[in-house]
């Protein structure tokens, strides 16, 4: 830098010398002149560049330093500008992380929540799809049925449009014969269904009809398995149990024996020998009787009386086992009927006295528990298949007569 300005300063002297030099082509000046100008000249330029020289050593040494301060300065707050500018990058970059992260997870959920709602849709519609193919089988289902029971009808009504005073009667005469059979379960009577099928007979018999001799034979077997199949008198049975409960209220119950009353004994003078001969003949024969009869301890607890409280149980227990005959004997319960009877008279035998009535009713408990209860039932469906075979034939008879037509 110094030796450029040394450089460029005789180039300013120059100029100033180069500046006066047409002054110095007057003519009115001699020629020594332009020599002592030229010095003095000379002279200015070299003090003046002595004065520029020294002032501008004095500014190159200066501004070095200030120049590399500010030069570090100027790194330094790019550098803090650079860092303060990295980290709120980093920031901005960190939180639009996060915020990609949440709108990730946003999205999961809900993907996920489509997912189910998809599934739950799907669901639904297949549900829906079932309950739909249910209803519509269940009302084809109905349809076939209505379509039946109008094919029924219709083939009912042509034939009630068609059917005899004979047919009528038929038909009745089948309804009377299951009725019967309807009223021997649960009757468990032969009674009433005897007479329902002999009505059934009558019909048979106004309608005079040769096809009808099979299932007339079959009411007439079913007929005769009525009246051979006995009856059970329940209801007699039912009455005389009563019966024997109210005459148990009139006996007695086993008391203790009264002590018997010993005989005065008057002593008289006449009576007194005879009756001294009569106790030691009495005595004699005590002794002989005593070694013939051996008397032996009783191994057997003997019961105690029984109180007023005890009696009224034993009577309520025997009233108990007679009603418990009673129902097993409305419910045709064979076993239990005779085991009630039997405990019966096993309570009267052991707790009341022994006379005419107690051994009467004893005995007519025994009898009443052997008997049968049990009804037997004959069978009687032989009438209801031939009744009903007759009733399928004319009617077969009288679709084919309309078909024809």
Known sequence: MVTDKKTTAPQASDKSTSEPAPKKTAPEKPAASPKKSAKGSDKISAKGFDKSSAKGSGKDKAFPWLKTLLVFLLIAALGFAGWIGWTEWQAQLESRVGISDSLQAELAETERKLTQQQQLSRQTIQQQAQLIGQLESQLQEQLYSINLRLNSQAERILQLGT???????????????????????????????????????????????????????????????????????REGIFLELEAISEAVKQLSVIEPATASKTPEIVDTEADTEQNRSLLNSFERFSQKLGQLIVVQKRQQRIEPLLTSNEQSIIQNNLFLLIEQAQSALLREEQIIYSASLEKSAALLVRYFQLNSQSQALIERLNTLSERQIIQPLPDISGSIAAVQTMLNLRQSRITDGEQQK
């Open 163 to 233: 059917a005899s005073r004979g047919d009528w009667l038929l038909s009745e005469a089948a309804y009377l014969i299951r009725l019967a059979n309807q009223r021997l379960q649960v009757e468990r009577s032969t009674e009433n269904p005897l007479a329902i099928l002999e009505n059934v007979d009558t019909i048979f018999v106004q309608l005079n009809d040769p096809e009808l001799l099979p299932v007339r034979r079959a009411l007439a077997q079913d007929i005769a398995a009525l009246r051979m199949a006995g009856k059970v008198d």
